[in-house]
Every structure is written in C-alpha cells, then in structure tokens.
C-alpha cells in the first residue's frame, strides 16, 4: 500500500509536497493509517481532531489517544469539542449532518486562522460504495450516483482508492494503533446497516465488486463532466441574467427533449428541492412560485425567474427631508432646484415643490395604492393595474419603489410620475428628482 499511495501523490497530488496540510483524525483505523503515511513521507502535517460528545467517556479517550501520539511523534495538534447532540437538536438536523456541519465549519476556521492549505479526510473505497448505495436508495441524479469528491476545493480525499481491506492490512503490517469506534457496531445507522448487511453480499456474488464499482464511478463521473458541459451550452441560448436574476424562457426551454434534467442541473446550486413543484410551474398559472432557503422561482408568463429572497419589513419606510440633496439607500436620487423644466424620462422627474409636503417618503407599494399618472388628464388608476400593464413580474413589482408626499404617490420610481405634482411652466419652485447611479 505504501508504494501504490507514493505511485497516487505524484500523479493526482504532486501539489500537496510543499504544502502545510491539516489531517483529519479521529482515532479510527482510517486516520490513524493516513497520518502514519504522511508522517513517514516527511510531509508538513498537522492532527486536527473533533471530540463530538457522542460516546461519553469513550470520546474523550479517543480525544487523549490522539492527543498522546501527537505529541509521541512530535506532529502539531488542534481539538476542538461539539455539543452535537444540542446543535443537532436546536437546527432540527439528524446526529450524522449536524457533525459533519460542525467539523467541516471549523476545519474552514482552521485553515483560515493557522494558515493551512488543505484539510485532508481519510474517506476510502468502501466509504464511496456506502455513499453511493446511501444516495441510491434515497433516490438521486449523476451528482449522487458519482459518489466522494477526490478534491472538493481545499478538502482532499488522498484513499479514495484504497480499500477498508487494504488499510486494515497496510495497520496489521505496520503495527499502527487506532482506536474502534463502538458506534461503527451498531445498526443504528443507515450507514452501517448497508455496510454490515448489504456491502457483504455484493462482495460475496462478485469477489471483484469494489473494482467493478470504482470503473463503474469513472464511467459515471465521465458523464457528469458530458452532461455539464452539455448544460453549459444549453442554458447560454435559455437563460438570461439581469443583475441578481436569472430568466429562462419557456418557449426555448420546452423545445429541449429533457428539460426537465436541464432545469434540475441549473436550479439545484441554489437549493431548490422541490422538483414536482417546479416542473409543474413550466405550465402553471403566472405568479405561482417555488422556494429554497434562499431563492425564489417565480413563473411569469413565459419565463422561469430566479431571485434571490429579500428578507425586507413590507412596512419598511425612508424619509426624506426638506432640502436633502441625495438619497443613497434604498435607492440613489438625487433632489435639485432648477429654474425650467428639462426632458422628462422614466429616471428624471420635475415636480412643483410646493405642492410637496416635506418630510417625503419612500417605501414599497401596498394593496389599494392608486395614482394618476401623468399624461392620464387626471384620471385615477390602481397601482396594481398599473404593474399588470407594465408587465411587471411580482419581483419587479415587489422591487419598485414608491415615492410619497402625505402618502400620495408622488413617481412610481423609474416608471411615471404623477399629473397632481408636476410642474408647469408658471411654477415658482420646480424641484428636478432623478435616479443617479
């Protein structure tokens, strides 16, 4: 094993030889082998050891087992403890997620603080096939099917391909110590049920299963990196981007054989769970929307949008004072008294100051708002009729602004002003508003 794990760093990972690397360690058998072939390799490591709380007393003698031969072999140590249980219990996450939550959030810290370059895990073969049976069973796409990451961005993964056989023996040879968790027993786990019951009997019908596997994730991982470029492409002729939102359109997007597919690969970076949902909205009602933590998506009329979720008081109000010159949040505008009236345009208004009742206001549209816009001869219109006309979006809708005197729309921010404030040419005090970058 040890010759075949040299052969495996200089071709997949000659870039860790002059790196400060931080190895993940629990104690286990998997570890305890990746830290004594780093250490032998002469590479600068340093134990990073997490002590969950789980197993009472035998998770603080794996905590002084790692700690001893850290300091036996003179390798620098970081320990850390979690109240797993706690954390598990008040984020509403099962016992496996909510470690994996702590431990990966303060491996970053780690990194961060002590300048490491990598952390580095010691997830095998075996881990990969349980991974992928876990994720098969569960129902999953290519992203599921392709099972462990050898590198996700500064984690490494340097035994991917070395079996749970292999490492037991390269322990054996080498008169390694580890420490067995006595959770790994249990059938507690799904995790360990697939290992205990299911793993065993693939491996009995084909004593070859674990190579047939890995040339099985090769072929798979082959076609994920087909089926990516392949939605590279496709989402360049479909989607659109506007700022913080992505427009897809409807009609070019149904005209794809597997939309669908498309719309899972593009929509799951943002979160997006809800896959019937989701593909019902492709020829549900305009308006109808679907949520991830983070994001929207909105169907409005022959687009899918994407937004991303304003966490903002619908009551939120900005005044603004009797001769302010700027406003810079939530919006710029600027306020100047000019002595005629220029070009009108949607970012450019000129009002009669006098008729304003100072301080103004700027604040969202509500149910029931009405205005009469300019060019209208006086005539009324309801702000919501107004947005259907303009073909606004309920996120465009949402994202326009109001500008108010004694809470009478004064402009509808970038879209019209109001006939009741404009000025004339016989005003006295013409006040110029625009919307400044």
Not at 153 to 164: A, K, N, T, Y
Not at 299 to 311: E, Q, S
Not at 324 to 338: D, G, I, T, W
Request: net charge negative; proline share 2%; glycine share 4%.
């Amino acid at each position: 094993m040890f010759k075949k794990f040299q052969s495996l760093l200089s071709e997949n990972f000659l870039f860790l030889k002059d790196k400060k690397l931080l190895l993940a360690t629990s104690g286990g058998i998997d570890s305890m082998v990746m830290v004594d072939l780093f250490h032998k390799l002469h590479y600068k490591i340093a134990i990073a050891h997490c002590n969950f709380q789980l197993r009472d007393v035998e998770s603080f003698e794996d905590e002084k087992f790692v700690v001893d031969f850290a300091h036996k072999h003179n390798i620098p140590i970081y320990t850390t403890k979690f109240d797993t249980q706690a954390f598990a219990n008040d984020y509403k996450l099962s016992i496996q997620l909510a470690a994996r939550e702590l431990r990966y959030h303060w491996f970053d810290e780690l990194l961060e603080d002590e300048n490491y370059d990598y952390i580095l895990t010691a997830h095998h073969t075996d881990d990969n096939l349980e991974t992928f049976l876990i994720n098969l069973s569960r129902g999953t796409g290519l992203e599921g099917l392709t099972g462990i990451p050898e590198q996700n961005d500064q984690v490494i993964r340097p035994l991917l391909h070395f079996s749970r056989i292999e490492i037991e023996a390269y322990a054996q040879d080498n008169k390694i110590e580890w420490r067995e968790d006595s959770s790994n027993a249990s059938d507690k786990y799904l995790r360990n049920k697939i290992r205990h019951d299911l793993v065993p009997l693939f491996k009995a019908l084909n004593p070859n299963f674990l190579s047939s596997f890995q040339k099985t994730q090769s072929y798979l991982q082959e076609s994920k990196v087909m089926a990516d470029d392949a939605a590279i492409m496709v989402y360049q002729q479909v989607a659109s981007e506007h700022e913080e939102e992505i427009h897809f359109d409807l009609k070019k997007l149904k005209q794809l054989a597997n939309y669908t597919s498309y719309l899972y690969q593009w929509l799951r970076v943002f979160g997006f769970t809800a896959w019937d949902d989701i593909y019902a909205l492709t020829d549900g009602q305009s308006g109808k929307q679907v949520f991830s933590p983070e994001y929207r998506l909105l169907k409005n009329r022959h687009f899918l949008i994407v937004a991303p979720i304003v966490d903002e008081e619908e009551t939120t109000e900005f005044t603004i004072e009797k001769n302010q010159n700027e406003v810079n949040f939530p919006l710029k505008l600027s306020f100047c008294k000019v002595a005629d009236i220029g070009n009108i345009s949607n970012s450019v208004i000129f009002v009669d100051e006098e008729k304003l009742q100072f301080p103004l206001t700027l604040r969202k549209w509500r149910t029931g708002d009405f205005f009469q816009p300019i060019g209208m001869q006086g005539q009324s219109k309801k702000l919501s009729k107004f947005f259907k006309d303009e073909k606004l979006s309920l996120i465009e809708k949402e994202n326009t602004w109001l500008l108010c005197t004694d809470d009478k729309i004064v402009w509808v921010v970038g879209f019209r002003q109001d006939e009741r404030f404009k000025a004339a040419h016989n005003t006295k005090k013409i006040l110029k508003i625009a919307v400044t970058l």
